[in-house]
């Protein structure tokens, strides 16, 4: 039976289920020193001078870097350019002059134990001049506390057709203000990084995230001047990535660093408290989008201005959060004409990053606020109004006239329509609508909304997969895709299974470390089961071209009158023959004088695949929420979503991720936002402040996974599912909410609190039940 | 200029001479269990019981091991099988019904520190009913105390011609009987392994000495019922190897086995009293040759019979010694007829392996001894005798109608006469002799002994080497070949520098684990230059095609008229002109929607080299002895040795590996044998009572370097040097010993102890001086 479409279980859970996940924070090495951070206490100030001296007083302490120890040593650079220069805005390793947010590295304190170095740290002296901070965008240039570098760093356009003519041939124009504030993943796991210097091969061993290991394997050869291979980056298990984990941050950069300089293993692990403090954080914009409407609804143009929130520094993604809004704000919808003005702000904030969805959720929610915006001013129901806007199929691939992540956005596939029918089909979403109407009418506050929504996943790049088979019929598959919790191993298990003729179980997936693949473009963007998995299928299907013309020619028999099955090759028109073990055929196969079969070295074969396409994988999400009348909270009790992902090797992995991502999208939507005080210290620093969903605040979830549009963009039709569940679930629930509130365009700043909706619902006059029923 | 050929110094020295080597014993993880043996007191007895108990009251114990707990570890098989069967002989990872030698493992025990692990060693009773210990071959089959075995694992026969007529038409038979006492390898470091089961990925990973790491990954897989890829064995730094490191041992079979049944690292640190009861010993054999002369003194045949002390087990390298004496025998001579007779005989003594010149070293010393006792009885001097009987070039390949190391004895080049010449004029060997026949006329107890020696070499097998070009336009090498200090890494720099166009000091070069290199034969019988030497050879030549096709394509200049050049790509025939990086190079390929040109993934190459020819160096030893009249001390001030290896990549390691050789040979020919008491209680279990010699011992070594037969058998001509030096310095210091006391065939046993030497001088009647100088 085939493996791919099958939604089997990932044979690596027991691992994780008896505790042996290879994490971070279960390397350590002998002499070991611990590193602590020492952070900035406030968001604004020069930093003047930094007394290390009461910490090597304490026994254990074996080291104390501040901004002159690493002064050769340069900011990190950005992975994700395009083309903004944006050195002045880049963060230092360690604090030099000034300190720019509550969190910020000034020191670090290397030391024997993990509770020395703490107590170490708290011992180090910061001499500080407070300045006032900028804690919200600003567009005046000029910044008092902070001259040298004002207050904006970068700006992103995008733009099609002629706006001009749009809103002058418009029949009404509909705008919208919004606001997200600020969030940040919240991966079970911390962040960390272990790196140990070994003098005899001179090479430096890093263990952490594989999110972007290979372009931090170059950044840090480059900067302890060593050659590529003299930085080997060990892929971990990762609990969580979402984004946040796996990025080079400053102190991966430190950690490197020491061990290099201090030629002992140097192991860092984060605390909660650090990792909301100084992770990247997420979302925190503000954007105004106009629409030109026709009379029927058409929308003929959209004009969009934004913010984003950068905080103090720009990191590694450089302007990609931005632009992504700016090139997906348009989404599945028609237009004939945009503009998109972004402004990338500095404030005194924690610098901001990638967090799932990014870019694509805050574009989801911009655009689908509009929609059902117009959806009110036309009248118009607002699942007609998106699908009148929908792109057709026979538009497919779709240019947009807009570059983003390296490559056009040209829609690889869809049938929009389509999948909005099948959804509303097979959730009778009609009905699903109905009843809230009728429990609105009963007085109770619910309500339904609902978001179209298109990712873009697995960009221009590159993947390697390299294939071998043991004696024993093992396929090994060795591959830079790190295994985050999605399954990956499972998906290429499954993949190579098919093709080579195996049980998937015999199929041993490595993450590969940056010798063994020594280029790979990450595990982000939702890229890997397209990437990774098409490299993977052709390296299968040479290893099968090369096992059948092997043991064709060991059996005497034509390769095309042989088939695979089950891990046994023989002859595919007859039931009794010859039959040969793949592991056999292995064996035969292994270099040397004496090897059976000349056919090559060994039983093995390469497989990669490079691209310049982006996916673009869609769908719908549905919200029902209930709102309670006392207390003002938001509750979703159900989600739908309906989405396709061109081919699902595996539908419960993928399905996994979509419900995942339906629950992460909630706490965006309705959870505390990582705010601050009016001095810049950070409002919530722990898990009780930051109220992360729990199982109680998960909803049901109901998926209808479609693979009606596979990709071109590979040859397995792969779209990607990495993002999947949380891009629309910010607009679905804000639809919802004002559907339930009866106030169209109440929810234009997420998270929706419920003091935000005690403050509607007590501003209105209170009718008796009775009297509503009545009327 | 090219690196090839020079004397240049290792880039690697610095990180030895630092202290910064990464040897076994410098791999260490947090948890380590320490693994301490259990070893029989006795030489033979049946094992009725073992008492762990009392082991396990110590705290820090966590688990002893014996022969049940490991009843279904099979013993460790054969590496170099020859055919014969010798299940039967295999020693069990622990002793389980009988104790065969003193220092058979019987137990491990496991604990947190090596000091509680040597304690509850200590305590752990073992019940043992001593038997009669066979502590000398014999020609009985049956053993009255292991009725199971008989006393003889296997025979060897080899031969060609017809014996018969030769002796029948022999002018004279010359026969000598032969004896070489016992002797083993003493490296600086010990024996040792470190293996750590990863639970997250599922599998072992193992440190240790890289002789024949796949092959022992291979059966450690088998044993732990693991896939291939899931034994990952890292080849350390080895502090000398010389054949005894790197074996696959019952003990390591142990710490692998521990390691995965217990979940915990596990290390094995041997102690050098372990190391000379329980690591492979060599020689101890006995031999009696017959030589048939005619009247011209040349050899028409060698009849000769043979045996090996074995000890009391066949470990991994099986019937290779005997049959390696058995093939090398005739050495150099164009003997018409042959016929070798071996016996593996089985003893209660520690089992026997390899030492580096294994079996060549024997049949030296056999074949040499021989000839000077035809040159005693046919009045001939040795020298010319030798030269009369030395195959000419013309003969060359010469094929010898036999086999060894699983393939033909084929000489594959060689100019002894030439060589002979070379040597002798270079040395003035005639001078050398004169001087010492001038100073016995004096009465001192000097004498010159000479002796020619075939090595076989780098025998059938495969090698694969990768290799890669970085943005810094460092070139990486990795390759199975192990580091032994015999500076393989310098030589394959020296290779690839010289067809790559940089400097050897750009190259990096790096044992790469047995996932990079799943297929190697191993660092062992002189392979390593030539079968990695030409595999890096090849992957250079690809490599050089690849970067001259692509930088064709960069420049718009037709590759055939680009150079390289110390890095750097620059037309030929021009001063100036376009100038292109080797790192820009490797920059513009990688791999990449990017990539700037198309031209394969990334600048790297693959090489490899199967081979079914072994390569048959050669050369000529001449030791000067001088003997103390009143201790009987023997001493070697001088050596001369003129030597083929075919190609000599770099003459200084080439000349480093033949006087290391030859102060390892004195050792064996004139220092104590690792002998047993009538109990068959090692003698000699430490180094104080085992005498090595010392820089006191070393003689000043005279080195020819000649490369006038380069090998067939691959590109570079290489012969290999890991062998020599020692292989003739049995036969050249016993023929210098009799050439001294005047008495020739005296020097028929070895070691020659101060002992024998005072029993011949005081049996002589004492001459005055004077007298003897009237004479």
Redesign the interface.
């Known amino acids: 039976m085939k493996h791919v479409g099958r939604p089997l279980r990932r044979p690596d859970d027991a ?1 994780h289920l ?1 505790g ?3 994490f971070v924070a ?1 390397v ?3 002499h070991q020193l611990h590193m602590r951070v020492v952070r900035s206490p406030v968001a604004c100030a020069k930093l003047v001078g930094v007394d290390t001296e009461p910490a090597y007083a304490l026994p254990g302490v074996v080291a104390v870097l501040t901004a002159d120890d690493v002064a050769h040593v340069p900011p990190i650079g950005v992975r994700l350019s395009t083309g903004a220069s944006l050195e002045r805005f880049l963060q230092p390793v360690l604090a030099a002059t000034m300190v720019r947010y509550v969190g910020e590295p000034v020191a670090v304190v290397l030391a024997d134990t993990p509770a020395v170095a703490e107590d170490a740290a708290e011992l180090i002296g910061l001499e500080l001049t407070p300045l006032e901070p900028q804690l919200t965008p600003t567009d005046s240039d000029v910044s008092a506390s902070d001259p040298l570098r004002g207050n904006e760093a970068a700006t992103v356009f995008k733009a099609f057709g002629n706006l001009n003519t749009a809103f002058h041939r418009a029949e009404r124009i509909v705008e919208v203000d919004l606001a997200w504030g600020r969030d940040g993943a919240m991966p079970l796991e911390t962040r960390g990084l272990v790196a140990r210097w ?5 090479t430096l061993e890093i263990w952490g995230a594989g999110r972007a290991a290979h372009w931090n394997r ?1 950044v840090i ?1 480059e900067v302890l001047d060593l ?4 930085v080997v980056w060990h892929t ?2 990762v609990g969580g990535s979402f984004g946040v984990k796996g990025e080079l941050y400053p102190e991966d950069m430190l950690v490197a660093y020491a061990a290099r300089l201090l030629g002992r293993p140097v192991r860092w692990i984060e605390d909660r408290r650090e990792h909301l403090l100084a992770a990247n954080q997420a979302r925190d914009i503000a954007a105004s989008a106009r629409a030109a409407v026709d009379s029927s609804g058409l929308i003929l143009g959209v004009d969009l201005i934004f913010t984003v929130d950068q905080g103090a520094y720009v990191r590694t993604e450089g302007t990609m959060v931005a632009d992504l809004i700016a090139a997906m704000t348009p989404g599945p919808y028609a237009l004939g004409a945009y503009r998109a003005r972004g402004h990338l702000k500095l404030t005194n904030k924690t610098p901001a990053g990638s967090f799932r969805g990014a870019g694509r959720a805050e574009a989801a929610f911009i655009r689908e606020r509009l929609m059902d915006a117009v959806a009110h001013r036309t009248g118009i129901d607002p699942m007609e109004l998106r699908r009148r806007n929908l792109i057709d199929p026979s538009e497919m691939p779709a240019d947009r006239g807009m570059e983003t992540l ?2 056009a956005v040209t829609y690889d596939s869809g049938r929009y329509q389509s999948l909005v029918d099948a959804t509303t089909r097979r959730f009778s979403l009609d009905v699903v609508r109905r009843r809230a109407q009728h429990r609105r009418a009963q007085g109770e506050l619910v309500g339904v909304g609902a978001a179209f929504v298109v990712d873009a996943a697995a960009p ?3 993947e ?1 997969v390299k294939l ?1 088979v ?3 019929g ?1 396929v ?1 598959v ?1 591959t830079a895709a790190a295994e985050q919790g999605q399954g990956i191993r499972t998906l290429l298990a499954q993949i190579v299974a098919d093709i080579v003729g195996v049980d998937y179980r015999r199929v ?1 997936v ?1 993450a ?1 470390d940056t ?2 693949i ?2 790979s ?1 990450g595990t982000l963007l939702s890229r890997s089961s397209a990437m990774v998995g098409t490299a993977a299928q052709h390296a299968a299907e040479a290893l099968r071209e090369k096992i059948l013309a092997a043991a064709a020619a060991m059996l005497s028999v034509p390769a095309d009158k042989l088939t695979i099955q089950g891990g046994r090759i023989r002859q595919a028109d007859r039931h009794f023959g010859a039959i040969l073990d793949l592991g056999e055929l292995a064996a035969a196969l ?6 059976r079969v000349p056919h090559g ?2 039983l ?1 074969a390469d497989g ?1 695949v ?3 396409m982006t996916t673009f994988p869609y769908g719908l999400h549905v919200a029902v929420v209930e709102i309670d009348r006392d207390t003002g909270l938001v509750s979703v009790p159900s989600v739908y979503v309906g989405y396709d992902v061109g081919n699902a090797i595996n539908p419960g992995l993928v399905e996994a991720q979509l419900v995942g991502g339906v629950v992460q999208g909630i706490a965006s939507a309705l959870h505390t936002a990582l705010g601050v005080t009016g001095t810049g210290d950070p409002l919530r620093a722990n898990l009780a402040d930051y109220a992360m969903p729990t199982a109680r605040e998960a909803p049901g979830v109901e998926v209808l996974l479609i693979e009606e549009a596979p990709s071109p963009a590979n040859t397995l039709g792969i779209k990607g599912a990495g993002d999947a569940g949380l891009t629309g679930m910010a607009p679905a629930i804000a639809a919802a909410v004002d559907d339930a509130l009866g106030v169209v365009g109440f929810a234009r700043q997420l998270p929706v609190t419920a003091a935000d909706v005690m403050r509607e619902l007590k501003a209105r006059v209170p009718l008796p039940l009775a009297l509503v029923g009545a009327a």
Chains 1, 2 share one sequence.
């Not at 050659?227 to 003299?230: D, E, F, G, L, T």
């Not at 292994?590 to 090897?595: H, K, R, V």
Request: aromatic fraction near 8%.
């Open positions: 691992v008896d042996r996940g290879g279960d350590a090495f002998p070994d003098g005899a091969s001179e170059d050869a050659p590529r291979s003299a971990t298990d390296g490559s221009a790049g590159y390697h071998s043991d004696r024993r093992t090994d060795i041993r490595t590969g010798v063994q020594p280029f473009a292994e270099p040397g004088p004496s090897q070295f060994a093995d990669s490079t691209t310049a």
